[in-house]
């Protein structure tokens, strides 16, 4: 694993933990010498990851629309900002150059992008480590629904079990480094 795609919030949420939890895992990416893949925003946690990552002098490479550098919220600092024209293409390119992908705290777009990643996962598409960066319990209910949805029979346990959940950046790390893809012929629930 060279590059980590992380998704998470353009807000910083009302709790400073988050902030700070996204610099623990920038400090983190940093020593183990990984690189950065990101939406390139320059505002709320996205923001403070890159900035950390980039005073270090790691790789940030920022994939972005271009109607989101019209408003102005591209970090120009990235070491490579690449603009596309939708979200759709931002996030299949996000996920093509990350060799393991990190759901930070976020809001709808970090759903939707974790969820993708599950499914591309969950298909066959893609083979990466995909983890839940599950600061002060943050997917705590998320979590409480997908085992519900596994209990009544619309998730695989097999699904869940693909999905790695740490609130601490080394151990989390530690797994995705450790990740074996592990594609599941059949999916029918039991």
Request: proline letters at 3%; a negative charge; glycine letters at 10%.
């Amino acid at each position: 694993m060279k590059k980590v795609t992380v998704y998470c919030g353009s807000n910083k949420g009302k709790n400073p933990i988050y902030a700070q939890a996204a610099e623990s895992l920038a400090d983190e990416m940093i020593k183990r010498n990984l690189g950065l893949v990101y939406g390139a925003g320059n505002v709320g946690l996205m923001g403070v990851i890159a900035d950390r990552m980039l005073a270090a002098g790691q790789n940030v490479y920022g994939i972005i629309p271009q109607k989101l550098v019209d408003i102005e919220v591209a970090h120009q600092g990235c070491t490579e900002l690449t603009v596309v024209e939708t979200m759709r293409d931002r996030k299949w390119l996000m996920a093509e150059r990350g060799d393991g992908f990190v759901a930070m705290p976020g809001g709808i777009g970090t759903f939707e992008e974790l969820f993708e990643i599950m499914t591309l996962n969950q298909l066959g598409y893609i083979q990466k480590p995909l983890a839940l960066y599950n600061v002060q319990g943050y997917y705590d209910k998320l979590l409480d629904f997908l085992k519900h949805s596994t209990n009544e029979g619309f998730l695989h346990q097999a699904q869940l079990n693909l999905l790695i959940i740490a609130s601490d950046p080394i151990e989390m790390l530690d797994k995705m480094q450790s990740f074996e893809p592990k594609y599941i012929e059949k999916w029918e629930v039991k």
